[in-house]
């Protein structure tokens, strides 16, 4: 808590302390420093940097342009999200029917966003470039000569040179996914469904109502509080499954593989990493086939003479093992498909940790007498948790977000008998985002699909932050340094 | 070495879990060579081998299977990506791990914040934004996808690069090298595990995607999909018995050469980590 406080003092502080420059900017500052707040480039020009005037003027200019022709168009309908449906109107003079000036709710929202993003910047570059252009005054005043531009373009290369490293990546990572998840984020606090597809049909905020109706409000006929539970909780049990059993079995089959009497170690990794080499949508859409209702599984089974078996203990009631059409077989289904797919890839890492273990201890432990169980159970069982436990919550995490497996082996073929969960367009068999996907692409149901990422995300931040403070608190930090 | 029966039982288990892990492998390329075109449900392997899939689907283009096209495509969509993504992770790798400046740490939680969110959710924001710089389907708005975030993933990079000693960067500097200088000249030719990783897993990217493909590539024209859409599309329940031994032969005509690159990459990430290990 300390540091929070200590951290938000601090930020406090510099905002303080970059206020008072600026207000010194302000009093002392010449003409130029003055009227640099009208054309950003004036204390450039007057300290002659004639070539950095122009890029900060274009860079303004460039806003304003922005603003006045783009942002205008939508910035001012933020608050409402658009009041004009689309319509068809006879024009008289073309004598044709055409399309009013409609509004469009995601498209205002989304330019909105954008818009305010870039004044954002511009607002720093602005406030920045002020108390830059007193501070060229005062090394003028003080008699020291402005950098030259290629000095300073030079910096780039040099002290300032992850600016151009990092310049690109950060704007990809801004359009492709901080734009997009801030909208979304918007959205789960509108109307955005089927009822409401722009532009026939226009949504607008609704403030908290999607949250209430997915934490079991939102009236009697809603079922989303019912169907967010169960997914919920099976999203849970999945993720806890999904990761322990490949954990496990990736460490016990790599120390299998890495015991000193086996023969042709790296014909038996391959083997089993040629499983995963496999792209996961033929391997796993195969593998749908493989226990389909009429597939190959269930022929052997039923020439074995199993499936009767199982309808005489009254397992199943149908002429077929419904491996992945059915709830608790699906559920099991997918958790040993996912130990297919899942251990190959955790003996690999596995099998990368335990080359470096740390061999001394496991010689004098033997000389102790100690017998290999208890060598696996005390040291290299700890050694490996040590080093893999971060990892193994970034697996949890990835597991709640395990979009492949479940959409992969199940889309289109289950259907769920519940009529609760079938109304909010939930199955037994769903993890909380392919729930969030079928929202979105079968039912454009955007509004809920928007609040159950959001949930998804503090799941994972919750798991993450625990966690980690866990295995970074105390002293364990050096044990194996 | 005297052979004790425990060390039988070992291999003989392991022999029984590989036979467990490669069973429906073998379906696959056993499939793949049957003459029959819908699922063979009785028996495990064909009654009748032959190579027809294989001619069909590399020769005989109809509306449904483009197979040649739909490989041409994703390999000039992984082409690009590889070149963008592989810059990008050892840009932002570099930055992170060997300049120290203000923002540093800010930028490097503000990256692991990103990756807890559901990668889902912004789909349809990102296909909102496509639409308006007129990019869906579009190969170029599908690389843009795949590979303008790629930075997000420099955190195995920017581990190796932290084994490089800092001595040999300081040197550098004395002798009066650039930062530039030293990225180019000293950081990426000894990060060349981690490269090659880097290169094959990002070129690996568009052969494995199915959920961005298939929102960004709607029009239902299939010359224009990529391997992931139109072998899934194989699998719809109308077309399943006309074109299920197709698409096993798809399968491993796209299995063998990802195999061997999933091959070498995961040497290299191997000898990326234990190799930093030994360094450091």
Known sequence: MKTVTNKFSNIFDSIMSGLSKYKEAIVK??????????????????????????????????????????????????????????????????????????????????????????????????????????????????????????????????????????????????????????????????????????????????????????????????????????????????????????????????????????????????????????????????????????????????????????????????????????????????????????????MLIATGVLMNLPNDQIESARMDGANSFQIFRHITMPYVLFITGPALVTDFVRNINNFNVIF???????????????????????????????????????????????????????CTLVVFKRLTSGDKEGAYR | MKIKFSDILRHLFLAFLALIWLIPIVWLVATSFSKYTGMNTSTFFPEEWSLINYKNLLFASDSVTQFPSWFKNTFVIACATCVVSTAFVLMVAYATSCMKFKMRKTLMNIGITLNLFPAVLSMIAVYFILKALDLTNNHLGLILIYSATSGLGYLIAKGFMDTVPESLREAAYLD?????????????????????????????????????????????????????????????????NQYFTQFCAGGVLISIPISILFLIMQKFYVEGITGGAVKG
């Open chain 1, 29 to 346: 500052g010449d003409l130029f420093v003055k009227l640099s707040f009208l054309w950003m480039g004036a204390g450039y020009f007057r300290r002659k940097q004639y070539i950095k005037s122009l890029i900060i003027t274009l860079f303004e200019i460039a806003v304003l342009v922005f603003t006045f022709t783009f942002a205008i168009q939508y910035v001012p309908k933020f608050g409402t999200l658009g009041t004009v449906k689309q319509e068809s109107v006879f024009n008289p003079i073309t004598m044709q029917k055409e399309f009013n000036n409609y509004d469009n709710s995601f498209q205002i929202l989304l330019f909105s966003l954008v818009s305010f993003i870039v004044w954002a910047i511009f607002l720093v570059v602005y406030i920045r470039n002020i108390y830059r252009q007193y501070q060229l005054q005062l090394d003028e005043q003080n008699g020291k000569a402005p950098e030259k531009f290629k000095d300073y373009m030079n910096k780039f290369l040099n002290s300032k040179f992850h600016i151009t490293l990092l310049a690109l990546p950060v704007l990809g990572i801004s359009l492709f996914i901080i734009i997009p998840l801030i909208a979304m984020i918007f959205v789960a606090f509108t109307n955005y469904d089927q009822k409401h597809m722009p532009p026939t049909e226009l949504f607008t905020w609704v403030g908290f109502n999607n949250f209430v109706q997915l934490f079991g409000g939102g009236g009697i006929t809603s079922t989303f509080g019912y169907a967010f539970v169960r997914v919920l909780i099976w999203t849970l049990v999945w993720a806890v499954f999904a990761t322990f059993t490949t954990y496990i079995g990736g460490i016990l089959l790599a120390s299998l593989i890495n015991n000193k009497r086996v023969k042709l170690k790296k014909m038996w990794r391959t083997l089993f990493v040629i499983t995963i080499a496999v792209p996961q949508f033929v391997s796993l859409l195969l593998v749908k086939n493989f226990f389909a209702d009429g597939g190959i599984v269930n022929t052997i089974c039923a020439n074995i003479g199993l499936i009767d078996w199982l309808r005489d203990i009254g397992m199943i009631n149908t002429t077929y093992i419904p491996f992945l059409t059915s709830p608790g077989w699906a559920h099991v289904m997918v958790i040993l498909i996912n130990i297919w797919v899942g251990v190959p890839y955790q």
């Open chain 1, 408 to 462: 992969l082996l199940t889309n289109n073929t289950y259907t769920t008998s519940n009529q609760a969960l079938a109304n909010s367009q939930a199955k037994e068999i769903d993890l909380l985002v392919t729930w969030l996907f079928t929202l979105t692409r079968d039912n454009y149901n955007y509004k809920m699909a928007a609040v159950i990422g959001i949930v998804v995300f503090v799941i994972s931040a919750v």
């Open chain 2, 176 to 240: 009066g090298a650039s930062e530039a200088r030293v990225f180019f000249t000293i950081v990426i030719p000894m990060s060349k595990p981690i490269i090659v990783y880097t290169i094959i897993s990002s070129f690996l990217v568009p052969w494995m995607d199915f959920v961005f493909a298939t929102l960004m590539l709607n029009s239902g024209i299939s010359s224009n999909w990529t391997v992931a859409i139109g072998l899934n599309n194989m699998l719809d329940r109308m077309l399943l």
